[in-house]
């Protein structure tokens, strides 16, 4: 054993320290042992959910699914962790808890889930795209895991992971969070930075009058270049949007700004020279509004009054000079400025969006030269900016003083939490408590605390950032439009549960065992569906000229999977694309002509090259070869409606949708009944209405006002109405007939598992490995060699995650946290180790690296979106450039049919 753990190599712990050595008895270290159980784990898994694929798998789970083979005990469940996870936290849910084992799981679940899985409806392979089946089984085999890893303890219980003192980011203070993307400029988003530095006003002559206009200024600076500035009106804003929609089409935009003509007020300490300046940016805002504002003599107005009217001559603003002038300065068009930067700075997130003609034109073409009067405007903004940067530091910084005030009373309230049932407790409490000063005094502290968050949040949101004056006018106008007290009355007087019990008896009788109304609306749409893929199928036929060959396609589209398996499998062998697989398979009728393959061979090779190089001469063998492509996702995506349409027509599938709105609808209908819930509606719109008031007084607030009475403003905004929602929620739970308390016991039940681990007992690994070793399945020498290797690779995955992230938070000028406040919870309090959530975020960001959002490519040209695809592969590569490869291993492979034996025993309780 010495001998062994001398020779074996020691990897740095992250914190320059040698890995600990194995224990006394024991061949494995800790770490080794942690991270040979999350390999074998993370396999099983993978595998597991791959399985669920098969019609057959549900057959072979176990209770409460029946199965052909006779019953299936736990320990010899070919799925042991899924059918844990479903025995003990999906199945006694406690809206599921009252489902029936034969009814409901074998006749209707299980009868629905085999049907779908028997029409194999298409995988992404098939579609060419990400689809959302795929995406969603990627994130539930990444949380499986994490909660597997975590749950299940090992039984020596010197268990370790990697960890790095480094890992703790850099803290800068909560208020600097997300204000640096509002500085006026050194702010570069892919390449651009971009500010709406000032705005002037503009005169057009429209037959005989002359029409302003005010038009913004935005300074722009690309890679290091010498900035320079061009001035837009907002029609051209509209413009770019449109001309982006069309470029990209199906690209999901921001939406435009709604046209903003307010100004904002501002007080500065300079010499009236300095005042009569700043006002160049003003002179055609209306002048009688601004003269009320500023208490500017009536002598003046009328000089100022005519000055306006000659200005109209010109195209740019003149300078406005008077010596009354107050301190007091009106920005122009203020509000729309910032949320027209804010709108610019969202668009160009996205590369492609950065990169692309029409932004490039925008942002560039018929630059201007600023005049001295709106250099003196630009700085006025910058200087506001600043002004603004700071007061919200200072708000966050109150705000977070008066939190961590809290700090001890909020450790408390954590532990109470985090100790056995300790959710149970809180809601126990919020039940039987009638008001909040009947509260513990921790849960008082806890409700003080959330007061301050929930007013920090709300000032974030609308007055904090550039687009808050979109936003809060958005919500402002939802708020007058809601009809508060006509749905009061409706939910008063009318019974939901008979109301929507008429409407299911409504959609899905079945008069003489005809379909029902809902499946005939289903259909419908399906079969609109299908006719518009064969209109579409119609057109490419006809181009392709070939019906041999489109009929080869179809017959596949409609082949058995095992077919269509080998075939893709021949495509990846030969690295060939499928559509040559296909045409080229005798597999599937009929056999093609010497001059079909000729062509089919051709046009492949006109397709990369076109797709490679943009060559005129091959273009038309290349989109002849794309025809081809969009007619097999076209056939790929008749089919699926067909299949989804047979689906829709089963008998099973109207009762499993009627079984699962009552099983859920049923016992909320009754809480919110019994619970009054339609006098809360009247407290939400008092709430709309006090908080549209304390916002828009401290928009109206000068720059000089104490950050103290801003923060206080919004915490005696919530302190007012804070008793009307604990009213809610003591309600609710005093009315819910034990669900809200089956809901928390069903919560901790998942907590205990991830902080104890199953009832079963733990993996004893260092036996399963000594075991095989002893007995010749495996060489331990080798094993020992990849499993040091994969903790290597797991070093360095997460130091290569670490700096990558530094980077991109240095570039975008960000820190970790987005609110002010303390942090209460921490993974571990609720069993889940750092370190494991850490590595579930370098898997996440890795897999959703390659998602972008869907374009409708089937309206595009088929070369681009071929070239778009493989730029937008190697975006990715470049993305992950430098990420560590993790190791091929097969030693340790064959101790997964042992360790699965062990991890059956283990969860079979």
């Known amino acids: 054993m010495t001998e062994m753990q001398s020779s074996d190599p020691t990897f740095p712990n992250g914190k320059g320290e040698a890995e600990t050595p194995a224990p006394p008895g024991q061949i494995l270290t800790g770490k080794q042992e942690h991270y040979l159980k999350r390999e074998l784990i993370a396999r099983q898994v993978r595998d597991e959910i791959s399985e669920l694929n098969s019609p057959t798998a549900l057959q072979r789970f176990g209770a409460p699914f029946r199965s052909e083979f006779g019953e299936v005990a736990p320990v010899d469940s070919e799925l042991p962790i899924l059918r844990y996870i479903f025995v003990h936290h999906v199945r006694n849910f406690p809206f599921l808890d009252k489902a029936r084992e034969k009814e409901f799981w074998q006749d209707k679940l299980q009868v629905f889930l085999e049907s779908f899985a028997n029409k194999h409806v298409s995988s992404s392979e098939d579609r060419l795209e990400e689809t959302k089946r795929r995406k969603l089984a990627r994130k539930c085999e990444k949380l499986v895991e994490l909660m597997m890893v975590s749950g299940v303890p090992t039984a020596s219980g010197y268990e370790e992971r990697i960890q790095f003192s480094e890992m703790e980011v850099v803290e800068r203070g909560a208020q600097d969070s997300g204000l640096l993307v509002n500085i006026p400029e050194g702010n570069a988003i892919n390449g651009w930075d971009v500010n709406v530095a000032a705005v002037r006003t503009t005169s057009v002559k429209r037959t005989v009058r002359y029409h302003s206009h005010a038009e913004f200024i935005i300074r722009v600076s690309r890679n290091g270049k010498d900035e320079h500035h061009v001035g837009r009106r907002y029609g051209e804003f509209v413009k770019l949007q449109k001309r982006l929609s069309t470029e990209m089409p199906g690209k999901h935009l921001p939406p435009l700004p709604r046209k903003n003509k307010t100004s904002s ?16 940016s003003l002179s055609t805002q209306d002048t009688s509004a601004i003269d009320d504002r500023l208490s500017v003599p009536s002598s003046s107005k009328s000089l100022r009054r005519s000055t306006s009217k000659s200005s109209m001559r010109s195209t740019r603003s003149p300078r406005a000079s008077t010596s009354d002038v107050s301190r007091e300065t009106v920005l122009y068009r203020e509000e729309q400025r910032l949320s027209l930067r804010a709108f610019l700075r969202t668009v160009l997130q996205n590369k492609r969006i950065a990169e692309s003609k029409a932004m490039e034109e925008f942002l560039t073409a018929r630059p201007v030269k600023l005049n001295e009067e709106e250099l003196v405007d630009v700085q006025r903004r910058k200087d506001m900016d600043a002004v603004r940067i700071e007061e919200q530091k200072r708000f966050y910084e109150i705000a977070r003083q008066r939190a961590a005030e809290l700090d001890v ?39 003080e605390w959330l007061r301050i968050e929930v007013a920090a949040t709300l000032y974030h949101l609308f007055l904090a950032e550039d687009n808050s004056p979109e936003l809060f006018a958005q919500a402002k106008r939802i708020h007058g439009l809601v009809p508060y007290t006509l749905m009061k009355n409706v939910i008063r007087i009318a019974n939901p549960a008979a109301v929507m019990s008429g409407v299911l008896d409504l959609f899905m009788a079945q008069p003489f065992g005809s379909r029902s109304l809902l499946q005939r609306i289903f259909s419908l749409t399906l079969n609109e569906g299908i006719k518009d893929f064969q209109r579409s199928i119609d057109t490419l036929a006809a181009k392709v000229e070939d019906t041999i060959l489109t009929q080869k396609l179809k017959s596949f589209a409609e082949a058995e999977e095992e077919v269509k398996n080998e075939i893709r499998a021949e495509a990846v062998a030969d690295d060939v694309d499928i559509i040559v697989a296909i045409l080229r398979s005798e597999l599937i009728s009929p056999e093609l002509t010497p001059e079909q393959i000729g062509k089919v061979f051709n046009g492949y090779v006109a397709w990369n090259h076109a797709v490679e190089n943009v060559d005129i001469e091959m273009q038309q063998g290349a989109q002849w070869f794309a025809h081809m492509k969009q007619l097999l996702k076209l056939y790929t995506r008749q089919r699926d409606k067909a299949m989804m349409l047979s689906i829709v027509e089963e008998p099973v599938t109207l009762q499993l949708f009627r079984d699962l709105f009552t099983i859920f609808y049923e016992p909320l209908v009754r809480v919110y009944k019994s619970a009054n819930v339609y006098s809360s509606i009247t407290d939400f719109a008092q709430f709309a209405d006090d908080a549209i008031g304390v916002i828009e007084s401290a928009q109206r607030q000068d720059t000089s006002a104490d950050p103290n009475q801003t923060v206080q403003a919004f915490i005696d905004l919530c302190a007012r109405h804070e008793a009307n929602f604990y009213k809610f929620i003591h309600e609710v739970h005093q009315h819910d007939n034990g669900l809200f308390q089956k809901l928390m016991a069903w919560i901790e039940e998942i907590l205990d598992f991830l902080r ?16 095989a070793a002893g007995a010749g399945q495996i060489n331990k020498d080798l094993a020992l060699t990849e499993i040091n290797q994969l903790i290597k690779w797991q070093e360095d995955r997460k130091r290569w995650h670490l700096n990558k992230t530094r980077q991109k938070m240095a570039a975008e000028g960000t820190s970790g946290d987005a609110i002010p406040g303390v942090t209460t919870f921490k993974g571990s309090d609720f069993g889940l180790d750092e370190a494991d959530l850490e590595d579930l975020t370098i898997s996440d960001e890795a897999s959703d690296a390659s998602d972008e959002d869907s374009m409708d490519e089937d309206k595009d040209d088929p070369i681009a979106v071929e070239r778009r695809r493989r730029i937008k592969k190697q975006d990715q590569l470049r993305r992950t450039a430098g990420e560590p490869a993790k190791p091929e291993v097969t030693e340790i492979l064959k101790l997964a049919d042992p360790f699965n034996i062990m991890l059956r025993h283990v969860l079979a309780d």
């Open 409 to 447: 009373y909020m450790e408390r309230f954590r532990r109470d939490i985090v100790e056995s049932n300790g959710l149970t407790k809180l809601f126990a409490e919020i039940r039987e408590k009638p008001s909040i000063p009947d509260l513990s005094p921790q849960y008082q502290k806890f409700a």
């Open 265 to 280: 007020t501002s007080w500065w300490g300079s010499t009236a020279d300095d005042d009569a300046s700043s006002l160049s």
């Open 756 to 771: 104890n681990g199953p009832a079963g007992g733990k993996m004893d690994i260092n036996a399963l490995f000594q075991g």
